[in-house]
């Protein structure tokens, strides 16, 4: 059997060595158009900003290695260039000689993944300092042009993980750093409860923020930037950190069915509507194990484990690709974020309404420990069936732990209703004796047998915004939070002892504020015959 993978970054190497080490006799070649393969690239803003010092240390197979080792042909600087399913051959292209050549193959599998994208901004193209980062020699650039030219100033397009990486790996350069957003968010596609705290801390951390705002034009080789309204902005440096776009170019070309986004749609098996052509990675549309329906498969983790798999199905094991749920994990300065599956706002633009929502903040140990700290923890679950649909959380410990627990209860089909019985390891310096996937349990449980009614904001009734109570539980100095302007205020510590100041012939509403203070009020309000709801934002 001869094998050919196109793209050596992530999927391509992981599939190629585990078919080696399955299948002795298989004919493996690797072709990829750039300098490396198995480039570890979400390492590169941390070798950018001096944490990782070693370049070599970011690439974790050479082609030397490979074919000493796995006897695998790895041709690098290698672009294929056309793909003849009929005949099963490729066209391929010697990037450094310029010579053409035929390659056939029994199994193809395409591993090209996704590129930056480039805004399309008048004058961008002109800019001589404006940079992505996605290959090694991307990071070659950026660190090369940071030496000879010396920037003061960096502006960032784009606020999403990539952007807030690269961010924090200019400030460790001693650079003043902005990034322009057009949305009124940082952190996409976390929601709101994570977002804010993000902002915080780059503010914190001196990165100027201008959100809801886009760059109209781009003048003086990239070092003048025109807003759209009308301001002008000044810089050294450019990045752009505006998102991806699969590298599906050759696959569309050849007749493979693609989504309207240009993913290539593959099935269980990993194969594309063309016999013995497969796909892995960034480039490919897959489903989600959450909801069934279609869903872009990125991260370099997925990538590396549909690889594995594939190289077993190619060589005769009965397994199907179940799905992906999506999890991933960023470094904000001294913050973590993680997620699981999906955000609200990604549901809501799904269509996807029959949801609820938790959100807690819980200490990351036990509250006596030294350092413990606040766990921010968003979960999101199907109304009545109480099926898991996403998490994030947010905060300096044992983050990436609470949402990796929750994946593994999504993978085993668990439930909110399920959560509170997970057994979780406890010990002061680690957690609580209730860990936050039980408490987000316990809430949602409640939540789902009505001993705690919740209403999104849009939903409150127009003559309640007129006649209702709305009662702020805020302590003293605390400031106000949420869209809802209270009409009552009364710290949850006093609620109890002024519990007759809240009238009981008008509909109470418990304004929106972070963490379980709006469902202890209800318990109190409740245990006094007053029925209180709270406010989702």
């Known amino acids: 059997m001869k094998v050919l993978v196109i793209g050596g970054i992530a999927g391509g190497p992981s599939f190629a060595t585990r078919l080696r080490r399955i299948n002795e006799d298989a004919e493996i070649i690797i072709f990829e158009r750039g300098a490396a393969i198995s480039v570890a690239s979400c390492a590169l803003p941390y070798y950018l900003g001096g944490l990782i010092k070693d370049r070599s240390a970011v690439i974790e197979r050479t082609p030397e290695i490979l074919k000493q080792k796995n006897n695998i042909d790895v041709r690098l600087f290698n672009e294929v260039t056309q793909i003849n399913p009929d005949d099963k051959t490729v066209a391929v292209k ?11 193959y029994d199994k193809l599998v395409i591993a090209t993944g996704a590129s930056p994208t480039v805004p399309e901004i008048s004058g961008i193209h002109d800019a001589n300092n404006a940079f992505v980062l996605r290959a090694v020699t991307d990071a070659d650039k950026i660190k090369s042009f940071i030496d000879e030219k010396h920037p003061k100033t960096v502006t960032v397009l784009g606020a999403g993980s990539i952007g807030i990486e690269v961010s924090e790996a200019f400030v460790d350069n001693q650079m003043d750093v902005t990034i322009i957003e057009q949305t009124g968010h940082v952190a996409a596609p976390f929601d709101p409860e994570i977002t804010d705290i993000v902002a915080d801390e780059l503010k914190k951390q001196g990165v100027h923020v201008i959100l809801n705002e886009s760059v109209k034009e781009i003048q003086d080789h990239g070092h003048t930037l025109i807003l759209d309204d009308g301001s002008v902005h000044q810089t050294d440096m450019l990045f752009l950190g505006t998102g991806v776009k699969p590298n599906s170019e050759i696959a569309g ?19 594309t509507n063309i016999s013995d052509i497969y796909a892995i990675g960034d480039v490919i549309e897959t489903t989600s194990l959450i909801t069934g329906k279609p869903i872009p498969s990125l991260l370099s983790s997925a990538a590396n484990r549909q690889g594995h798999l594939l190289a077993d ?5 009965p397994l199907e690709y179940k799905g992906f749920i999506s999890a991933g994990v960023s470094k904000f300065f001294d913050l973590t974020a993680s997620f ?24 990351d140990r036990a509250y ?24 994030q959380a947010v905060g300096r410990n044992g983050i990436d732990k609470r949402i990796a627990e929750l994946s593994v209860a999504i993978t085993g089909n668990l439930t909110a209703f399920d959560l509170p019985s997970l057994e979780i390891p406890y010990s002061p310096p680690y957690s609580s004796t209730r860990d936050v996937l039980n408490i987000a349990g316990y809430v949602a449980i409640n939540q789902l047998t009505n001993q705690s009614a919740t209403i999104k904001i849009n939903d409150i009734p127009d003559d309640d915004l007129k006649n209702a ?16 302007k209270p009409t009552l205020n009364i710290p949850l510590s006093e609620l109890r002892e002024r519990i007759d100041e809240v009238p009981k012939d008008k509909k109470v509403y418990i304004t929106f504020r972070k963490g379980l203070g709006p469902y202890n009020a209800t318990r109190v309000l409740a245990g006094k015959g007053i029925n209180a709801t709270m406010i989702e934002e």
């Open 94 to 104: 010697n990037l450094q000689t310029g010579d053409t050549y035929t390659e056939d």
């Open 253 to 271: 070309a050849a007749g493979i069915s693609l989504s309207d986004d240009h993913h290539i749609i593959v099935d269980n098996h990993l194969q």
């Open 313 to 317: 199905m190619l060589n005769g094991s």
């Open 340 to 363: 699981v599956g999906f955000t609200e706002q990604t549901l809501q633009q799904m269509g996807i309404t029959n949801y609820r929502t938790v959100f807690i903040t819980p200490f």
């Open 368 to 391: 006596f420990y030294p350092n413990a700290d606040r766990v921010n923890f968003k979960l999101i679950y199907e109304d009545q069936t109480g099926k898991i649909l996403g998490g």
């Open 469 to 484: 109570v709305f009662l702020d539980i805020r302590e003293a100095g605390k400031p106000v939070t949420g869209s809802i």
